[in-house]
């Protein structure tokens, strides 16, 4: 089993659409949660942390369900900027390490 | 300018050849690593370092090295390239005010392709 897992996608969704992406992880005692954007051939960006009580930036919002091992991504108001692909991002192991686990990422294409 | 920058940003060579890729960081972070990404696989990681006399093996080292030069410097080197080395690698760069729960901050990433 992969360490952190995400349906890859491609989610195609019309402007304006709610989308959400979910994202497994295997260890129980990982500690820090993030979701990066990355646009083709660059690098990846931070999008935001995510909280146990669950955060919201904007249109964006992130949960995490340590019971279940997961965490997710809501995209309310879809633009086409939106358009990347989502990658679910897990600190290592040994939490002393500073390591992040980084999924295969979930493409998101947002079309007129 | 950009806090994480990589050089070469591009470089095509040949098999055999010894190649090395640079980092330098202004965010005056101790911890830095070197990713390669592949299509389908994701970003791996080969090396990190968390200050300047300490050198960790992530989880695909073989075929590479690196060297902390200084707190804000971080090169990987291909000892002697091969075509499977081809990928995209990433530098990144993280603090520790806040313990071990930060993110990582990416420089713009080195494209490398080797014939």
């Known amino acids: 089993r992969k360490e952190v897992e995400q349906d890859p996608g491609p989610f195609n969704v019309p402007e304006g659409a709610t989308v959400a992406f979910n994202c497994t992880y295997s260890?129980?005692?990982?500690?820090?949660f993030f979701w990066y954007r990355q646009d083709c051939r660059k690098e990846p960006k931070l999008l935001m942390s995510?909280?146990?009580s669950g955060n919201e930036d904007g249109r964006f919002t992130a949960q995490l369900n340590r019971a279940s091992q997961y965490i997710s991504l809501l995209i309310r108001d879809s633009k086409l900027s939106d358009s990347a692909t989502y990658l679910c991002?897990?600190?290592?192991?040994?939490?002393?390490?500073?390591?992040?686990?980084f999924g295969q990422g979930t493409t998101l294409q947002v079309k007129p | 300018d950009a806090d994480v920058t990589q050089t070469p940003r591009n470089r095509i060579t040949k098999t055999g050849k010894r190649i090395m890729l640079e980092c330098s960081q202004t965010?005056?972070?101790?911890?830095m690593y070197w990713y390669r990404q592949d299509p389908g696989l994701g970003l791996r990681l080969i090396y990190y370092?968390?200050?300047?006399?300490?050198?960790n093996k992530g989880e695909i080292s073989d075929g590479y090295s690196v060297s902390r030069q200084a707190q804000a410097k971080f090169s990987l080197s291909l000892e002697s390239a091969i075509p499977n080395q081809t990928a995209l690698y990433f530098c990144?760069?993280?603090?520790?005010?806040?313990?071990?729960?930060?993110?990582?901050?990416f420089g713009d990433g080195t494209r490398l392709s080797i014939l």
């Open positions: 991002v897990v600190n290592g192991v040994s939490s002393n390490t500073g390591k992040l686990i």
């Open positions: 370092s968390f200050d300047v006399k300490d050198i």
């Open positions: 260890n129980s005692a990982s500690q820090s």
């Open positions: 990144a760069t993280s603090g520790t005010d806040r313990g071990n729960n930060q993110p990582q901050h």
């Open positions: 995510v909280y146990s």
């Open positions: 965010k005056g972070h101790d911890r």
